[in-house]
């Protein structure tokens, strides 16, 4: 078989493949998404989306325990969700090999923050691999499952932004038939009450003392050998790219692949043999500070930031190199952040709330991009399902704001976490307003399907929540549905909730305007003669709408006939929905 | 020597093909080939930028500032954002459409004008021409990437034919027509 370009998340995939996993149930978030999107394309691999990364790791566990190789992925916040499985299956062990990857993103491409999850792994005493690129991510998700039956214990796979989403050339292996394991009940290894788990304990400690053996001599942690020991480098991941390609064979390095348990003997072998000992890491200073506990005082985040991504310039700058940058544009380029979509049912919903200046609790997907001008129409976002349970608060304690105040979540979020937060809201009885943005599909990630959409990840119907009914039976008695393409809609049903005296949710329908399926009228065009340049459309932030020699213009490349706009216009220049669609 | 390119655009443009191709011929020919792409936020309309290095042995995934053999632009203004990345010998292969970013949009920023120009009076070598029209003339502005493509392919020398393989291994059977089409007319632009 031959080499061919792969993502590192779709090397991963593969390797769950060749390894013979057959079980891969996972939370989509960038940059982890793909490496379940590719495994769902093996026949031989069951895979699923699940609700949240509890759930998914759950499962996965589930699956281990039933005798099968098993796998879940997710970005680095989603460990956060999913942290509590994960430090009691630390103690149960595992039956079939059990892999789970968490991929961070330095520089936060597409996150709220930039936490380094390689302390996960040394907190919940778990041995982590950290590949380098794509043939390392697939040869790595492999080994994890060896590792994880050899040691009775979940191995974790750490990739990041510029590992998972850079291509790199890629062999392919067969896949080899791995015979389920036998399912017996053992109540000491699988039940963790008190007793038992206080006799897993030391069990967990002696499997790291195994594993830092076996760290010790096996090239995962590999020395490459230089030229001039001036210099020696300990460094993993993006970082070792970036050394190389700065020094090329110059000074050796020990290249670190797996990241917990070290190898205290190789490290301290290694840096006997260079003058100054030199640690290159992304985010936080995790082998420096073991490098410390072993008294050799490396250079490391002294002189390498702990913010943001590194590059062969962080590098070379930091040895005094210096590179030529022959060309600056002199003014200054506007800035081009994202922006919602043209057609994107998320914006009349937030133009409504702009124009009643109110106070919104946000959440996180594409609906974040409300926060930007001229909506400007969030007032926080904080993690998945936040906004609902932070809404709850917010009104229980100054009931003053709650009828000023609601807080917006999108479908596949409030299947994350949100319905936990209106069960709250429903149980503790405060006055508050939550509107599900429900597009029919997980947006910000690129298109996952989710419990409300009835569609599976491999794409067959599916099982289907419905969002009214679970609102109405968790003790929501006002469930209304709107239509965002419908602004009169909308801010008359806002205003009613918002003036009952009772907990109430709304409903934004209308399926994300990139779906290949959703048929649009297409663009519209603006008529000039009556268009008096008063701007009153540009207020709603669309791409595709701006002003030229003083008269609305539309362009018709991004504009799909949404209507929004024509609902903006008070002199009859841009058309109506009911003009362009019959819907 | 690792060579680098660069293709920088608008969320939506199509960059992302544009990589695949280069990735795919270029290995084609027994290099070392690494793509970075981005996924995610900035899909959605924003500044978007894919690396393409290849040579004997490829370490970093990503391009530098000052690196760039070729910073390859689907629109002028993202031409500029990103010039600093090219190398002093390097060539800006730049569409001239401009598309107006939002801050832009709501009258917070102007679009710098005549860029073309001061970007030549920097001492930039740019290579500028109408993509658009060119994709519109092959049957769809979603062209616009392999009409890049094909006017990029008169800096390197590759024969046509390998080109256009590439092409074919990466675009729909029913979409090869119109791509070769747009790639030729790139190419003699
Ligand atoms: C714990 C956690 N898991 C995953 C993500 C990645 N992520 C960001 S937004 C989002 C879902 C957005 O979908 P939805 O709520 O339906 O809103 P849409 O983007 O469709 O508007 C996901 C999965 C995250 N930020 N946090």
Redesign the pocket.
Known sequence: MGKRLMLGNEAAARGLYEAGCEFVSS????PS?EITEFAAKYDDIYAEWAP??KVAMEAAFGASYAGHRSFCG??H?????AADPLFTISYTGVNAGMVVCVADDPGMH???NEQDSRHYAIAAKLPMLEPSDSVESKEFAKLAFELSEQFDTAVMLKMCTRIAHCQGLVEEEDRVNVEPKEYKKTPQKYIMTPANAIKKHPIVEERLCKLREWAETSDINRVEEGSDNEYGFITGSTSYQYVKEVFGDKYPVLKIGMINPLPDNKIKDFASKVKTLVVVEELDGIIETHCNTLGLNPIGKDKFTKLGEFSQTVIAKAFNIEKEVPFHFQEEIPARPPAMCAG?P?RGLFYVLHKKNLKVHG??????LGAMPPLNALDSTV???ASVSGLHGFNKIAPEYSNGTVAV??????????VTGLINIAYNESNSTVII?????????G??Q?P?TGINLKGEPAGKVCLEELCKSIGINRVVVVDPYNLEECEKAVAEELEADEPSVIISRRP?ALLKNVKHPGPITCDTDKCVGCTACMKIGCPAISMVDGKCSIDATLCLGCGVCGQMCKFGALPLRKEIAND | MTKNIMIVGVGGQGTLLASKILGRLFVTKDYDVKVSEVH?MSQRGGSVVTYVRYGDKVYSPIVDKGEADQVISFELLEGARWVEYLSKDGVLVTNTQQINPMPVITGAATYPSDIEMKLKDMGVNVDAFDALSLAEEAGSAKCVNIVLLGHLSNHYDFTEEEWHDAIKACVKERFIDMNIKAFELGRNA
């Open positions: 939370y989509p978030g960038t998404t949240n990364e997710m970005k916040v989603g460990l956060n969700v597409s996150s709220q994107c998320h959440d996180i997907g594409c609906y974040t993690c998945m399902g979540i999108g479908d596949s979020t409030f299947m994350h976490s949100g943005l429900d597009n029919s599909i997980t947006g910000m990630t298109h996952q989710n409300t994300c | 995610g």
